[in-house]
Nanobody
Framework: QVRLVESGGGLVQAGGSLRLSCEASARMFRINVMGWYRQPPGKQRELVAS???????NYAASVKGRFTISRDNAKNTVSLQMNSLKPEDTAVYYC???????????????WGQGTQVTVSS
């Protein structure tokens, strides 16, 4: 089992910055892709950014150039630096990882509990 714990959400004015962090407790698991998703009020959950073990990143078009995802493989952590925040970035942000038990090729998706980010205009 993999447990993800997020931190860093909050309330910020438009144009401000926030940093989200997520730590994975993943004994006997190999964590592959880590990422951040968000769910705005009344909308579906969407990918914000992801990063592979080798550091390849992928961003949603709406956040490219404003958000930066990074990870520390040794510590099983992933962070999301969010700059130039806009009201439309308001959402619950979820940490996600894809992992497989060591010795098994089967992979599983795990989710954090979510952290609220609110951007006021």
């Amino acid at each position: 089992q993999v447990r993800l714990v997020e931190s860093g959400g909050g309330l910020v004015q438009a144009g401000g910055s926030l940093r989200l962090s997520c730590e994975a407790s993943a004994r006997m698991f190999r964590i592959n892709v880590m990422g951040w998703y968000r769910q705005p009020p009344g909308k579906q959950r969407e990918l914000v950014a992801s990063i592979t073990m080798s550091g390849t990143t992928n961003y949603a078009a709406s956040v490219k150039g404003r958000f930066t995802i990074s990870r520390d493989n040794a510590k099983n952590t992933v962070s999301l630096q969010m700059n130039s925040l806009k009201p439309e970035d308001t959402a619950v942000y979820y940490c996600n990882c894809n992992a497989n038990p060591i010795g098994s090729g089967r992979t599983y998706d795990y989710w954090g509990q979510g952290t609220q980010v609110t951007v006021s205009s």
